[in-house]
């Protein structure tokens, strides 16, 4: 049985869902705070049991310590923080995504410097979303530019989690 989890960006939390049968991997419940609140689906992080992790090419965090990338990212926070989400300046945004891609090395895509390069030059973030399009549907540093861009215009921190977990078939309105 699954357990499916999904963001409300509306007030910036994540639940899990319980489904006992497949029939509900394609469907999407209201949030449980509210049926006029927008719920989204989630990839959920899943747990690595001993040394059964097995580390992808394809993967540009692969390797790295976990404690460094958990300083990265907390350090990542506090930038953010500091962002007017209002009007956010190019050229931090451009400093944030120069720290990512150096972070992952050589396995950061050409499109994703590109961008960073042209950022930190202080070009519209929409503009370059806009020319490099599909960005969800590209690469994965396409979705990694798409998601901090995304994050940086909504302002929000790390979502709440509700410690609750619903049955999905309470909340799928057919």
């Known amino acids: 049985m699954?357990?499916?989890?999904?963001?409300?960006?509306?007030?910036?939390?994540?639940?899990?869902?319980?489904?006992?049968?497949l029939s509900y991997r394609d469907k999407t419940p209201v949030c449980p705070d509210g049926e006029a609140l927008k719920m989204e689906r989630r990839v959920s992080p899943f747990a690595v049991i001993g040394r059964a992790k097995e580390e992808s090419e394809d993967d540009p965090f692969a390797g790295m310590d976990e404690t460094k990338m958990e300083s990265f990212m907390?350090?990542?926070e506090?930038?953010?923080?500091?962002?007017?989400?209002e009007n956010p300046d190019p050229?931090?945004?451009?400093?944030?995504?120069?720290?990512?891609?150096?972070?992952m090395g050589d396995k950061t895509p050409p499109e994703l410097r590109e961008m960073?390069?042209?950022?930190?030059?202080?070009?519209?973030?929409?503009?370059?979303?806009?020319?490099?399009?599909?960005?969800?549907?590209?690469g994965e540093g396409d979705a990694l530019f798409s998601q901090i861009l995304k994050r940086v215009k909504t302002g929000?921190?790390?979502?709440?989690?509700?410690?609750?977990?619903?049955?999905?078939?309470?909340?799928?309105?057919?």
């Open 74 to 76: 907390a350090d990542m």
């Open 2 to 21: 699954p357990i499916y989890e999904f963001y409300c960006p509306d007030n910036n939390k994540l639940y899990s869902f319980l489904a006992r049968t």
């Open 156 to 174: 929000r921190k790390t979502p709440v989690r509700d410690p609750k977990l619903y049955e999905m078939r309470d909340f799928v309105r057919e």
């Open 91 to 103: 050229r931090q945004i451009g400093r944030f995504m120069r720290k990512m891609t150096d972070l």
């Open 116 to 138: 960073v390069r042209r950022l930190e030059s202080g070009e519209d973030p929409e503009k370059l979303e806009a020319e490099f399009g599909g960005m969800d549907e590209g």
């Open 78 to 85: 506090r930038e953010m923080g500091g962002m007017d989400e």
